[in-house]
């Protein structure tokens, strides 16, 4: 059974810095591209960062480039969202979700796992 979990959330000031955690098993990790999903109340959930299963290719947001890294550990079957200089725009659950296949990887349609989400909350 395949199991994403991610932790790391919290609440936090504007400014601040956070790193969510995203936990895999039951798949192998390595091989699949592996992206971070936000959504905020009333809103639609979007698209944040991705990497390809074999690192060669990282995707981030406009709204997030520069501020957020997504990174990866294949020994430890996870996968990181470094957060720093955060806004009270970026407040949202956040998701973790894998994929296989060649299917664009900035599209939550795309994506064949999914995690249960971590709250972010960053107060102004």
């Known amino acids: 059974q395949v199991q994403l979990v991610e932790s790391g959330g919290g609440l936090v000031q504007a400014g601040d810095s956070l790193r969510l955690s995203c936990a895999a098993s039951?798949?192998?990790?390595?091989?699949?591209?592996m992206g971070w999903f936000r959504q905020a109340p009333g809103k639609e959930r979007e698209f944040v960062a991705a990497?390809?299963?074999?690192?060669?290719?990282?995707y981030y947001a406009d709204s997030v480039r520069g501020r957020f890294t997504i990174s990866r550990d294949n020994v430890n079957n996870r996968r990181y969202l470094q957060m720093n200089s955060l806004k009270s725009e970026d407040t949202a659950v956040y998701y973790c979700?894998?994929?296989?296949?060649?299917?664009?990887?900035?599209?939550?349609?795309?994506?064949?796992?999914w995690g249960q989400g971590t709250q972010v909350t960053v107060s102004s």
């Open positions: 979700a894998a994929k296989f296949g060649s299917a664009v990887i900035t599209s939550e349609e795309s994506y064949n796992y």
């Open positions: 990497i390809r299963w074999s690192g060669s290719n990282i």
């Open positions: 039951g798949l192998p990790f390595s091989t699949y591209d």
